[in-house]
């Protein structure tokens, strides 16, 4: 009884009228042999990736990804196999050729069939991306600098291995974040912190689901593009070294106002309202993500406007000060009322001895 109920309100949930493009059904992206699709039940990874990372999250290491290919010995590109106009078009109408069809074309092109299946191996081996095609494609993608191929051919958009992980990653971060936030030190915006992680949350999982991972890809860069500088600017804070605190500051608000409120803006937002109309024909869900975009750009707003609070205290005053650190603050301000209490008591203790 219960299984029905939820298998009926999971079909109602999931209605194909809602989350996919016009005369589009799921089982137009269902996982095949040859292509990889986005599938709901890949976010329970996510989850699982966040329970990893709450053990793990100050020891996590950031990589960077250089094109050093070719100096660590990777081959550029397969041999290419000889030109040849009557193998090339059956390899494009056939594929892969049984053994009458490689007979057929020996005869017609007087080769050995032995010849005729060399080339064909050596065509195949040209299709598939030598390890070095792997390597750069791993830090470009044509959506990165295209916004519209997030759009083409949609939602006939594979997977990559990369892609998979980098949303699993992501998502479990994410989700860690929201769990760590309630026994971190509590800040003054805890609360849109918290708002933030949900949407992305959602937003994460609702991409994920309609097979929109390009788009989703392009607002996680854009969100991380800021958070070095910050956390560099706060670890210089916490040290006392002022100077360094400051110029990790600048490069930051450089970051976050490039990054919120003009690549996410103009780039993606522009992208998703009034230009993806022009490839794709509109769905609810296309309108569920819009809204959930638009809320993160709100936010951005609000916290563009503490940034430039700590800005002008910056320039008016001795340096930056974290205006989220609340608690961080008044602890300190006790430690030193406690220290200056004890002090005190110190010297009307040492008062006492000498009467």
């Not at 986005?38 to 053990?55: E, H, T, W």
């Not at 918290?194 to 969100?223: E, K, Q, Y």
């Amino acid at each position: 009884m219960a299984g029905g109920v939820v298998q009926r309100f999971g079909k109602w949930f999931w209605n194909e009228d809602v989350w996919l493009p016009p005369n589009f059904t799921w089982a137009d992206i269902k996982n095949t042999e040859k292509v990889k699709y986005a599938q709901f039940d890949d976010l329970y990874y996510g989850f699982l990736v966040a329970l990893v990372l709450l053990v793990i999250r100050y020891t996590l290491e950031r990589l960077v990804f250089c094109p050093l290919g070719v100096r660590l010995g990777l081959r550029q590109r397969v041999r290419k196999a000889p030109d040849n106009h009557v193998l090339e078009k059956a390899y494009l109408s056939n594929g892969k050729m049984g053994t009458q069809q490689v007979q057929g074309l020996a005869r017609q092109l007087e080769w050995t069939e032995r010849r005729v299946q060399r080339w064909i191996r050596q065509r195949v081996l040209q299709e598939k991306p030598c390890t070095l095609d792997k390597f750069t494609e791993s830090t470009y993608k044509p959506w990165l600098w295209d916004t519209m191929h997030c759009w083409y051919d949609y939602p006939h958009h594979a997977v990559t291995n990369d892609l998979w992980w980098y949303y699993m990653i992501e998502l479990g971060f994410y989700v860690s974040l929201t769990m760590s936030q309630f026994i971190d030190t509590k800040r003054k915006d805890f609360w849109q912190m918290f708002v933030h992680h949900i949407l992305t949350i959602v937003l994460l999982s609702l991409s994920w689901a309609c097979n929109l991972h390009r788009i989703g890809s392009l607002v996680l860069i854009v969100h991380d593009f800021a958070d070095v500088p910050l956390e560099a600017a706060k670890m210089a804070k916490y040290v006392k070294r002022q100077r360094l605190a400051d110029a990790a500051f600048a490069v930051f608000t450089l970051c976050w106002l490039v990054s919120r409120l003009g690549l996410y803006p103009y780039r993606v937002i522009y992208y998703t309202m009034f230009e993806a109309v022009k490839v794709i024909e509109m769905f609810a869900a296309y309108y569920i993500f819009n809204s959930l975009l638009v809320a993160l750009q709100f936010l951005h707003i609000v916290w563009t406007w503490m940034i430039a609070r700590m800005a002008l205290q910056a320039i008016t005053s001795n340096g930056v000060k974290d205006l989220r650190s609340d608690d961080e603050s008044s602890s300190q301000e006790d430690e030193k009322t406690s220290q200056n209490h004890d002090s005190g008591d110190f010297k009307r203790h040492k008062s006492r001895k000498a009467d």
